[in-house]
């Protein structure tokens, strides 16, 4: 079983849209969920991370978590076509601290 | 005033030889790494050092070795270079190695990667 899994896509949407993006996570124990954008060519950038469980918002960005489900979610309000990009799912277990381990991404497409 | 920085940004090269790739981060920060990207996009640690100790080192071959001269500079050397090595390699900084009370300190910052080229 994967670390952490998340839907390749690609994920379509048009613009002004609400994009949802999901990613499950297959140790318990971890405590803290990131998410990354990268786009094509370029390096990761955080854009949210969360500890706690429920939703954490930040300008269109919304992260959710479930532990108990070991589900971790990113919705995309009022999404752009700025806002295509791979979104990575990051978790960290606990067990040694500063190691990500990360989903494959899924790469999220915005039309106008 | 690059946070994070990597070079050379490209690197193309043959088959048994030996290369470097250095890192440099201008934040401050007190725990650098190094991840690598394949060409399917999937980001995977390979080693971080905390104030140039050795805090993670994953199950990579021997021919990697990291070297972090002070706290600002993490390099990797790469001996006898294999196809398999060609990815995109990325080094990124954070202000500790996280822990749950400082949350901030998980954040990692990246370089903008060293693309990797074996022939």
């Known amino acids: 079983q994967k670390e952490v899994e998340q839907n390749s896509g690609p994920l379509s949407v048009p613009e002004g849209a609400i994009a949802s993006l999901n990613c499950t996570y297959s140790?318990?124990?971890?405590?803290?969920f990131f998410w990354y954008r990268q786009y094509s060519g370029k390096s990761p950038e955080l854009i949210m991370f969360i500890y706690s469980n429920g939703d954490k918002e930040d300008g269109r960005f919304t992260a959710q978590l479930n532990k108990a489900s070991q589900y971790v979610s990113l919705l995309i309000r009022d999404s752009q076509p700025s806002d295509s990009a791979t979104y990575l799912c990051?978790?960290?277990?606990?067990?040694?601290?500063?190691?990500?381990?990360f989903g494959r991404g899924t790469q999220l497409t915005v039309w106008p | 005033d690059t946070a994070v920085s990597q070079t050379p940004k490209y690197l193309v090269t043959q088959m048994g030889n030996d290369k470097s790739i250095k890192c440099e981060q201008n934040l401050g920060h007190d725990t650098m790494y190094w991840y690598k990207q394949d060409s399917k996009k999937f980001l995977k640690i390979m080693f971080s050092?905390?104030?140039?100790?050795?805090?993670i080192n994953e199950t990579v071959p021997n021919r990697f070795s990291p070297k972090s001269p002070d706290k600002a500079h993490l390099n990797l050397h790469i001996n006898s270079l294999e196809l398999g090595d060609s990815a995109v390699y990325f080094c990124?900084?954070?202000?500790?190695?996280?822990?749950?009370?400082?949350?901030?300190?998980?954040?990692?910052?990246f370089g903008p990667g060293t693309r990797l080229t074996v022939t």
């Open positions: 990051a978790v960290d277990r606990g067990s040694t601290l500063g190691r990500l381990y």
């Open positions: 990124a900084s954070s202000q500790g190695s996280g822990t749950v009370d400082h949350p901030s300190s998980y954040e990692q910052y």
């Open positions: 050092y905390n104030n140039k100790e050795l805090i």
């Open positions: 140790d318990r124990g971890s405590q803290s």
